[in-house]
């Protein structure tokens, strides 16, 4: 309505900040659950149920059975990462690193949706005001006619308040270092190099 740009508008360029970030966020974190999706569909699940599937076919007890059946439970506990699997510690680490992640995800999403909540009800605010504007201004008077009554839209609902990019970028933030040392760590397991714990920053 305003006719308003990132030039002419320090709010507005605030909100495009804001907005542009959490879709960077929200895309890099929806690439790590991605293929963590994809590693436990058919790294785990899917490889180990082979190796189930070709043990039992040549089982010739029931205890042979069994074994595999059990075999194939700690496999994918193992692979998996999950906690209290006896694992190893450089392997419990992981694990430990993709829970902190996933925590930091949840905590992300939760946040992004009370954000845009907010901007929704704002909306609905300032829509509303602007029908009444617009009927005051149909029957000869001022459309607007308290000071800031267009506040909302002022603010771009909300979204270029400074302390929400300030928590958007907090969370990104804490994502991407705890996905750095994750990465270190796994590189290490993986090519041999120092299994001491990176320090987070």
């Known amino acids: 309505y305003n006719n308003l740009n990132v030039s002419t508008s320090p709010e507005y360029a605030q909100s495009t900040i804001l907005l542009r970030h959490v879709a960077m966020t929200r895309q890099t974190m929806m690439h790590f659950v991605g293929n963590l999706k994809s590693y436990l569909m058919f790294e785990?699940?899917?490889?180990?149920?082979?190796?189930?599937?070709?043990?039992?076919?040549n089982?010739?007890?029931?205890?042979?059975?069994?074994?595999?059946?059990?075999?194939?439970?700690?496999d994918l506990l193992r692979k998996?990462?999950?906690?209290?699997?006896?694992?190893?510690?450089?392997?419990?680490?992981?694990?430990?690193?993709?829970?902190?992640?996933?925590?930091?995800?949840?905590?992300?999403?939760?946040?992004?949706?009370?954000?845009?909540?907010?901007?929704?009800?704002?909306?609905?605010?300032?829509a509303e005001k602007r029908r009444e504007a617009v009927c005051r201004q149909n029957q000869g008077e001022w459309g607007f006619n308290i000071e800031n009554d267009d506040r909302e839209e002022i603010t771009f609902f909300?979204?270029?308040?400074?302390?929400?990019?300030?928590?958007?970028?907090?969370?990104?933030d804490s994502f991407r270092m705890k996905m750095l040392s994750f990465l270190d760590m796994l590189d290490s397991k993986l090519h041999g190099g120092s299994e001491k714990e990176p320090t987070t920053p």
């Open 59 to 74: 089982a010739t007890t029931l205890d042979d059975v069994i074994g595999a059946h059990d075999k194939y439970l700690n």
């Open 158 to 172: 909300g979204l270029a308040e400074p302390e929400k990019i300030v928590e958007v970028a907090r969370l990104a």
């Open 44 to 57: 785990v699940l899917e490889g180990v149920w082979k190796e189930m599937e070709v043990t039992v076919v």
């Open 80 to 126: 998996a990462l999950l906690p209290d699997t006896g694992l190893r510690r450089e392997e419990a680490s992981l694990g430990s690193y993709i829970e902190q992640l996933l925590l930091l995800v949840s905590d992300f999403c939760s946040y992004q949706e009370i954000l845009f909540g907010l901007a929704i009800q704002e909306a609905e605010i300032a």
